[in-house]
């Protein structure tokens, strides 16, 4: 059995840190400065990464291999058979032209206003789609959408990568807080409360941010009300389901009552009209795709999205998922590393779910096709679509997540939590940047709780600190990773003409994320220190 070492490098935890820190470093300077595209920046972190396991934390060969091939695997099913999936979708909504009819209803029925376009869809209308689907996807959907409005694609991506932020710790239908209560055997609604009390602060304020961002400090005059509704009634819809009701559905109803109440909104107030920010006439005009010659009522565009929300709270109140799952033991991997830390053998158990979320989607896709009338050579053009679009962001998540477990079963991914924890402290400010990175890492706030979510409850201990708070911190903390997360980018960009430029996405959202993730330590260290 190989046993993890915490400080491999000279004895010295500050080298080790360094070191267990380079493949991340590698793959944020190759994506953000060199701007390589995702996979080869992924690529580059993995073989640092392997260097570095085998060289320095003595992980044995056949070991290292088994933990690569885990995490492809893991990175196939269950994660990006959601996003391909999902991607599906949104081609079934092109070929059928409800999406462009999704479009022309906005177009028709919200005020012609960028500004009020970015709001409702960036962060309304994406947030309902990670409270269902997740991994990447709103990203790419709502994106693919702003820029059919006229949004240039690199501002579009990057708007709503920071939207997304908002509803990703509660993920779809709260598995993300499932998962860190069974990982650390915290009371889940306990945890959904505390995490709901450190994001719905931020869940208020990022539409006022991003708004800023995109049209200035004036604006906030023009279109305060819109924003204090679409944010007010997100945020307050949160702490109020997460506290009182259940966490598990605190993202689909806070992103519907936020998506409904801003529309109604709309309905009785509107901004000046303001000609630097309406819609160009000509994009008004545009005639429905080819693809999809759509010419019926705009309000069909609703079909694909209400479809998934409807089927995937089915399967999931139905508990389909559990249908034919299986835990598989990975062979020559299972058991077979002592892990320091925790004092305990590391487990590897790939969970087999074949009719899992990501199959929810697809049964959606295939719903939508049939209440559209979509004929069998479109459904088919569909598909061949999402498998030209998809296969990058495949080979690049693969990478991402090989990467992340060949850091976990060596040990490196411990020695960076050892370290942070050994802050004393400082350990409640900086606590968000070990969710920060393994959500970088994975690309999922889930997969961040499963890594991290036992080592800040082990730190907070030994710290006499609120085990609670800061277990809650890592998936908060995870939720400002997912806008650099190269799985996130890398999807996002798989419907948009950014397709290799994903170094360019990183380049810009990289200081809004490491802002945020700086703003949400503060927030941690006031609820350690101050409310308890």
Avoid at 35 to 50: D, H
Avoid at 266 to 287: C, F, G, N
Avoid at 296 to 308: D, K, L, N, R
Wanted: hydrophobic share 55%.
């Amino acid at each position: 059995m190989f046993i993890q070492p915490l400080v491999p490098a000279g004895h010295s935890l500050v080298l080790s840190f360094i070191l267990a820190a380079a493949p991340i470093l590698t793959t944020l300077i190759l994506m953000g400065v060199l701007r390589r595209p995702a996979w080869q920046a992924t690529l580059g972190g993995l073989i640092v990464g392997v260097i570095m396991a085998l060289g320095v934390w003595g992980l044995p060969v056949s070991l290292a291999l088994a933990s690569i091939s885990n995490g492809v695997i893991f990175s196939f099913l269950p994660v990006m058979w959601i996003a391909l999936s999902a991607l599906f979708l949104f081609n079934i909504a092109m070929e059928s032209g409800r999406f462009d009819a999704f479009r022309q209803w906005i177009i028709t029925h919200l005020p012609n206003d960028r500004r009020i376009m970015l709001v409702v869809l960036g962060f309304c209308f994406s947030a309902a789609l990670e409270g269902v689907a997740g991994f990447g996807t709103p990203v790419a959907i709502t994106s693919a959408l702003l820029i059919m409005l006229g949004f240039p694609a690199l501002e579009a991506l990057t708007y709503v990568l920071i939207f997304n932020s908002a509803p990703v710790a509660f993920g779809g239908l709260g598995i993300p807080i499932t998962v860190l209560a069974s990982i650390t055997g915290l009371p889940a609604d306990t945890l959904g409360a505390t995490i709901g009390h450190q994001i719905a602060p931020f869940a208020f304020f990022i539409p006022f941010y991003v708004m800023v961002l995109y049209a200035g400090w004036s604006t906030l005059r023009q279109i305060w009300p819109v924003l204090v509704v679409a944010s007010g009634s997100f945020a307050l819809t949160l702490l109020v389901v997460s506290s009182w009701v259940t966490y598990s559905l605190t993202n689909v109803l806070s992103s519907c009552v936020s998506l409904l109440a801003t529309i109604a909104f709309l309905k009785i107030w509107q901004p000046t009209p303001d000609p630097a920010h309406a819609i160009d006439d000509r994009i008004l005009q545009q005639a429905p795709r080819k693809a999809g010659e759509w010419n019926g009522p705009h309000w069909q565009g609703w079909i694909p999205w209400i479809t998934v929300v409807l089927v995937v709270i089915v399967w999931d109140s139905l508990h389909i998922a559990k249908i034919g799952a299986m835990p598989i033991k990975w062979p020559g991997l299972d058991h077979q590393v002592f892990i320091s830390l925790y004092q305990k053998p590391y487990a590897a158990v790939w969970n087999f779910e074949p009719l899992g979320t990501g199959t929810a989607i697809l049964v959606s896709a295939l719903l939508t096709a049939l209440f559209t009338r979509l004929a069998p050579r479109k459904i088919w053009a569909a598909l061949v679509t999402t498998a030209r679009q998809g296969w990058l962001a495949v080979v690049t998540v693969a990478l991402t997540i090989g990467l992340a477990f060949l850091m976990n079963y060596s040990g490196m991914t411990y020695t960076l939590g050892y370290a942070v924890a050994s802050t004393g402290v400082l350990f409640p400010f900086v606590s968000v940047f070990l969710g920060w990175i393994a959500v970088f890492l994975t690309g999922s706030d889930t997969s961040g709780n499963a890594l991290f979510g036992n080592l800040q409850v082990a730190a907070a201990h030994q710290l006499s600190l609120d085990p609670v708070v800061f277990a809650s911190a890592n998936s908060s903390g995870g939720v400002m990773g997912k806008m650099i997360s190269p799985q996130n980018i890398t999807t996002g960009v798989a419907v948009t003409s950014l397709k290799g430029q994903e170094g360019v996405v990183l380049a810009r959202t990289f200081k809004h994320s490491l802002f945020l993730t700086i703003c949400l330590g503060v927030m941690v260290a006031v609820q350690q220190f101050i409310m308890r």
